[in-house]
């Protein structure tokens, strides 16, 4: 694979087509959670999936990760079918992963370690560059128990990137952090993502943390979900908390708001439609007299 001219020679290219995602259980009916689901995620680009809770952001993670498995459709990296999980890619998951009787520097050589990718030294050397890149090198020898949530996400960005992957999939890193910290914690993910030119795929349902950190953005549908919009998100980098008041920032955030606004009058609807159908039923159910 070509330098990307940052010297970084791995960044991954992903791309879905017609994927079906159905969960079947006895006795119940079946639960379509992605259908005729299409995209690209191009090399070196931080690509931010964005949709309404539920939609299917998770799952299409999962089977991009090679932890799940699609019912229909392709999904290639790199040109090549996903059989399971590899070394090209790794996820970051919504909750803390970090070894809790490891400390952040055990953690953070702990998949070079065990895969043989770099030797002790040049493992630790790399993680201590990553760790002082996000103000961790003092706490290197600290157990995750010991650290904020912050820290702790900041620990696992570290070592997921020691490993050097093709792609990086974080499935709503941030989620659950207060303001502060997720806006931190957002400029941090930039700047890494900036030196290293590696492909991301950001997973989110906060339309303002996608707007600050894509390339592009990919809207998805409710259930089942299904790519409904793509946009280019042309704001300058190096990018900065700045950027936030721009004008074009605020025209693509118009164009996102109006996507999901759409996917969630739908949700509303037949939410709407499902309570008056209950009232339809409780009122036929009551019997005469009743009030008198």
């Known amino acids: 694979m070509g330098d990307n001219g940052k010297g970084i020679k791995q960044a ?32 070196g680009k931080l690509t931010v999936l964005v949709g309404p809770s539920g939609c299917g952001k998770s799952t299409l993670a999962s089977i991009l990760a090679g932890y799940d498995t699609p019912t229909a459709g392709s999904c290639l990296i790199n040109g090549h079918p996903i ?63 010991q650290l904020s949530g912050g820290m702790q996400r900041r620990a696992e960005l570290c070592r997921a990137l020691v490993n050097e992957p093709q792609i990086m999939i974080l499935d709503e890193p941030f989620r659950g952090l207060d303001v502060m910290t997720r806006e931190l914690m957002q400029e941090y993910l930039v700047r890494l ?6 492909t991301m795929l950001f997973i989110t349902a906060e339309i303002e943390e996608a707007l600050f950190l894509a390339d592009r953005i990919l809207v998805m549908t409710n259930l089942p979900g299904t790519i409904k919009k793509v946009l280019t998100v042309d704001l300058p ?56």
């Open 83 to 145: 059989k399971g999980p590899g070394r090209d890619r790794l996820m970051v998951f919504q909750e803390t992963a970090l070894w809790p009787w490891m400390t952040v520097m055990q953690n953070a050589v702990f998949g070079p370690k065990v895969s043989g990718a770099l030797d002790r030294r040049r493992a630790e050397e790399h993680a201590l560059g990553l760790l002082e890149k996000v103000g961790l090198k003092d706490f290197r020898d600290k157990y995750p128990a």
């Open 237 to 292: 980098r190096p990018r900065d908390l700045s950027v936030l008041s721009s004008p074009r920032y605020l025209q693509i955030k118009g164009e996102v708001m109006e996507a999901l606004y759409e996917e969630g009058a739908k949700t509303f609807g037949k939410l709407k439609n499902a309570f008056n159908l209950l009232g339809s039923c409780q009122t036929d159910s009551e019997p005469a007299g009743h009030g008198q």
């Open 193 to 198: 993502y900036e030196e290293s030119g590696m």
């Open 12 to 43: 991954g290219r992903i791309e879905v087509s017609g994927l079906e995602r159905v969960y079947r259980v006895p006795g119940q009916p079946p639960v379509a959670a992605l259908k005729d689901c299409s995209l690209v995620v191009e090399e």
